[in-house]
């Protein structure tokens, strides 16, 4: 199993919605940051999907990093 197939059945329901160009581009993202030793997490894939579901803003999402980074 591939990194991509690896986060789409672990996670189904945050990719729930997307388009596949969403879909890749999370994925893309949370790949490249992996290989740069960032463990994605179902909350860091999470605030991703949000942002391109409309749901939250890309300041809001950074906003929450920092809170849950500084506690």
Same mark, same amino acid.
């Given at each position: 199993?591939?990194?991509?197939?690896?986060? /789409?059945?672990?996670?189904?329901?945050?990719?729930?919605? /997307?388009?596949?160009?969403?879909?890749?581009?999370?994925?893309?993202?949370?790949?490249?940051?992996?290989?740069?030793?960032?463990?994605?997490?179902?909350?860091? /894939?999470? /605030?991703?999907?949000?942002?391109?579901?409309?749901?939250?803003?890309?300041?809001?999402? =950074?906003? =929450?990093?920092?809170?849950?980074?500084?506690?």
């Amino acid at each position: 199993m591939n990194f991509k197939e690896t986060l /789409l059945e672990t996670y189904p329901d945050i990719f729930e919605g /997307l388009t596949d160009h969403q879909t890749h581009d999370i994925i893309n993202t949370a790949a490249s940051n992996w290989l740069d030793g960032f463990e994605p997490t179902r909350r860091s /894939l999470e /605030l991703s999907a949000n942002i391109y579901k409309g749901t939250i803003t890309a300041q809001e999402a =950074v906003d =929450v990093i920092f809170e849950n980074t500084f506690e």
